[in-house]
């Protein structure tokens, strides 16, 4: 991908405030091409004469108890509800930064994608609900509503500089609000049989990860216990677990617990123990003090989101392609309703939902294009942006069953692969070889 990270020596303030989101694009760009290999993978698998053997394996049993206390399910089970509320816990401090320090915390920066991304939901769910029709089919409105940013930033890098890094903003950005808008969306209407008593206790598991951020404490453990009950208390309730997740990611500090004058001094004072020759044992005290407080110069949200991305990106992302995306592929399924449905909210109900919406944000003057994006180029974008993918598989999962289940994975993979395919044929034409716009 080109981009590069900002020389960190005598960077400017904007340099030091991009540096995190051009590290993220890469992370993503690399993380997408892994998931189309594991996608590819699975998909191969699913229609080979390993099919059966593939899909028992997803069916293994994995249980995991403490003396009278166990939990267990099949393997896939664990991908879905347990590694995946680590992918939304990532989700989570993603939204956050953006709301705290991204393109999202400028009211006037954030009406465009916000329109958008609202946009790319409703008209997707709109031409879902028409498509599809009543019944059992009913619940899978929420398929084609989300973008898999991983796969959209994948296929702008294969774009190169071409691409107005204008536009990978307002796709991550528009990304960002969609994901939290998924997140709502399974909350409220993927969620059955509630447990008061349940959400009660993840309530107060909630609690103790706010009071025990107050009272200044930074031990990992202690947040990864309160972590795993609030999960388990979830999960016992009738919401669905990754909830969790992105609730813990709203609740981490997006703070430093030193200021730069109080890290600037913790610093000093190590670097002069350390010049005045103190011996090995003075040394190391230094040494760990200043390890101390650089960790402490940096929020636990950078921190968290610095160390969990690439774990996201090149584990549980291709661990969930591999356990969902292995359908077999039947060409009559594709005329199936449900299947037809998904891949028109998503190539056809996606950029139209964020083109209009985008115009009337525009127009109302709430927002405007940003420098080097025009029109044009936003609509290939969009249609970019059609590549639901992850999100759209895990609705499925909540939503469908059964042959229906398969017909919503047929329409994702479809509505996704045309959507890339049309999207950077749309932006070939737009930019041409030199980046600049064609007329």
């Known amino acids: 991908m080109a981009l590069h990270e900002p020389p960190a020596r005598g960077a400017s303030p904007i340099e030091r405030w991009t540096r ?3 590290r993220f694009l890469r992370l993503e760009a690399a993380g997408g091409v892994l998931l189309l290999v594991c996608t590819a993978a699975a998909l191969a698998l699913a229609n080979s004469p390993l099919a059966a053997s593939f899909h028992h394996l997803w069916e293994t049993p994995v249980r995991v108890g403490f003396g009278a206390i166990e939990l267990g399910g099949p393997l896939e089970w664990w991908v879905n509800d347990g590694l995946m509320a680590l992918f939304f816990f990532v989700v989570g401090l993603e939204i956050k930064r953006e709301l705290v320090r991204g393109e999202l915390r400028d009211p006037r920066k954030a009406a465009l994608p916000a329109a958008a991304a609202l946009g790319g939901m409703v008209v997707p769910a709109t031409v879902y609900a028409l498509l599809a029709g009543g019944g059992p089919a009913r619940p899978g409105w929420g398929i084609p509503m989300a973008t898999d940013i991983a796969f959209v930033v994948g296929f702008l890098a294969l774009l190169g500089k071409r691409v107005p890094f204008g536009l990978k903003i307002l796709l991550l950005s528009l990304a960002i609000v969609d994901d939290l808008g998924a997140v709502l969306v399974i909350a409220v209407f993927y969620t059955q049989g509630i447990s008061g008593v349940a959400l009660a206790l993840a309530a107060l598991g909630l609690g103790a990860v706010v009071v025990c951020n107050r009272a200044g404490v930074r031990r990992v453990p202690v947040y990864v216990v309160l ?8 999960l016992k309730s009738g919401v669905h677990p990754t909830v969790a997740g992105v609730l813990l990611g709203f609740l981490t500090p997006s703070g430093p617990g030193l200021g730069d004058r109080a890290l600037r001094g913790a610093l000093s004072d190590a670097l002069h123990h350390v010049r005045d020759g103190a011996g090995d044992h003075g040394r190391q005290e230094a040494l760990e003090r200043a390890a101390r407080a650089a960790s402490e110069g940096v929020s636990p949200l950078s921190r968290l989101e610095h160390a969990l991305h690439p774990w996201v990106s090149f584990l549980i992302m291709p661990l969930f392609a591999l356990a969902n ?3 077999a592929v039947d060409v009559s399924g594709l005329s199936n309703p449900v299947a037809v449905a998904v891949a028109a909210g998503l190539v056809l109900g996606k950029p139209v939902g964020i083109l209009l919406f985008s115009a009337v944000a525009v127009g109302l003057g709430l927002g405007r294009l940003p420098g080097g994006v025009s029109w044009k180029v936003l609509f290939g974008g969009a249609c970019l942006a059609g590549i639901g993918f992850t999100m759209s598989l895990f609705i499925a999962g909540l939503a469908l069953e059964d042959d229906l289940l398969t017909a ?4 994702t993979l479809t509505g996704s692969l045309v959507s890339a395919v049309v999207g950077v044929l749309i932006l070939l034409a737009v ?8 007329s």
Not at 227 to 234: D, M, N
Not at 431 to 438: D, E, F, P, V
């Open 20 to 22: 995190p989101l051009v």
């Open 227 to 234: 972590g795993a009950l609030v999960w388990l208390a979830v």
């Open 325 to 327: 995306a292995g359908v």
């Open 408 to 411: 919503g994975k047929v329409g």
């Open 431 to 438: 930019l041409g070889r030199g980046g600049r716009q064609q």
